[in-house]
């Protein structure tokens, strides 16, 4: 594997090289604070669709969360592990739609 200092900087231009990018995460990472603040200080008589709209959000990979189990510490883990996963790759993908939509404007 190759451990160079630029090595995690090249990464992470690769994901969020753009303002589309960087927005998309900022709005999943905004998401996320929000159902983690509503699941741990609002009390609900039922249950919240808070945690819904991050997988909305991250879809079609974070529907990975799906298939998560119903309760418990290792599905709330799973959540807060799948979802911010789930929006990188999506960040990635978005990118790099970008930079070759950008080539072919280029080359056209």
Same mark, same amino acid.
């Given at each position: 594997?190759?451990?160079?200092?630029?090595?995690?900087?090249?990464?992470?231009?690769?994901?969020?090289?753009?303002?589309?990018?960087?927005?998309?995460?900022?709005?999943?990472?905004?998401?996320? *604070? #929000?159902?983690?603040?509503?699941?741990? =200080?609002? %009390? %609900?008589?039922?249950? !919240?669709?808070?945690?819904?709209?991050?997988?909305? =959000?991250?879809?079609?990979?974070?529907?990975?969360? *799906?298939?998560?189990?119903?309760?418990?510490?290792?599905?709330? @883990? !799973? +959540? +807060?592990?799948?979802?911010?996963?789930? @929006?990188?790759?999506?960040? #990635?993908?978005?990118?790099?739609? =970008? $930079?070759? *939509? $950008?080539?072919? @404007?280029?080359?056209?």
């Amino acid at each position: 594997m190759n451990d160079k200092p630029g090595s995690l900087r090249r990464i992470a231009d690769g994901v969020a090289d753009n303002r589309i990018a960087r927005g998309y995460l900022a709005l999943c990472a905004a998401l996320l *604070l #929000w159902v983690a603040f509503d699941s741990t =200080l609002v %009390h %609900h008589e039922d249950a !919240s669709f808070a945690g819904v709209w991050p997988v909305l =959000l991250t879809f079609p990979t974070g529907s990975a969360v *799906l298939a998560l189990p119903d309760e418990g510490t290792v599905a709330v @883990a !799973s +959540y +807060y592990a799948l979802v911010p996963a789930a @929006a990188v790759l999506n960040a #990635w993908l978005f990118s790099a739609l =970008l $930079r070759r *939509l $950008r080539g072919r @404007a280029v080359r056209a």
